[in-house]
């Protein structure tokens, strides 16, 4: 099975900073035939389900606010917030869809 | 509105079984792999199944292979997990989820709420 690690497990970021994510995975998530990266990143903030927000490695799914981004290849992948809003507070993951489907273990964003 | 409401959640003893339906609407339902994922208390996530459109493929998890089984009714735009053997351990919350097209090498774009399944020792 393809390994998810994120960094850092949690982080505390001023309103309006850029907060930062790092995934990793155990093995390449891009695809040679189709050069895509097999790569999601999810929100979930208390008591609700994962919400989609990026697929493709960085591909931002409809509705999700630009300040939302993702971006690198092969096996490390991040996600960044330009500018940390109240309402991002939340837990974020990164999921592989390459083989198998595996999820990171998550990062919580706090308001510092 | 695409939704997904699921049901069947509830307190179980080890060695018991249990079935879980997601109801789908506002999306043709056949058109869509269908997956559950489930989440423990205060844990991660975890993808436990999935299936093709047509419910002719099927997938599982190690965890759950030959005890879950991952079905639909597109007829009913209704999905199904039949859990037998419970453990412990397989106490979440399970959400039913939608694969952005027919194939399960995609991200999920639609979650349900979630529906509790809690063993009883």
């Known amino acids: 099975d393809i390994v998810m690690t994120q960094s850092p497990d949690s982080l505390a970021v001023s309103l309006g900073e850029r907060a930062t994510i790092n995934c990793k995975s155990s093995q390449s998530v891009l695809h040679s035939s189709n050069n895509k990266n097999y790569l999601a990143w999810y929100q979930q903030k208390p008591g609700q389900p994962p919400k989609l927000l990026i697929y493709w490695a960085s591909t931002r799914e409809s509705g999700v606010p630009d300040r939302i981004s993702g971006s690198g290849s092969g096996t490390d992948f991040t996600l960044t917030i330009s500018s940390l809003q109240a309402e991002d507070v939340a837990v974020y993951f990164c999921?592989?869809?390459?083989?198998?489907?595996?999820f990171g273990q998550g990062t919580k964003v706090e308001i510092k | 509105e695409v939704q997904l409401l699921e049901s069947g959640g509830t307190l179980v003893q080890p060695g018991g079984s249990l079935r879980l339906s997601c109801a789908a609407s506002g999306f043709t339902f056949s058109s869509y792999a269908m997956s559950w994922v489930r989440q423990a208390p205060g844990k991660g996530l975890e993808w436990v199944s999935g299936l093709s459109g047509s419910g002719g493929s099927t997938y599982y998890a190690d965890s759950v292979k030959g005890r879950f089984t991952i079905s639909r009714d597109n007829s009913k735009n209704t999905l199904y997990l039949q859990m037998n053997s419970l453990r412990a351990e397989d106490t979440a919350v399970y959400y039913c989820?939608?694969?952005?097209?027919?194939?399960?090498?995609?991200?999920?774009?639609?979650w349900g709420q979630g529906t509790m399944v809690t063993m009883s020792s």
């Open positions: 989820a939608k694969f952005r097209s027919n194939s399960i090498n995609d991200a999920f774009d639609i």
């Open positions: 999921q592989q869809y390459y083989s198998g489907r595996t």
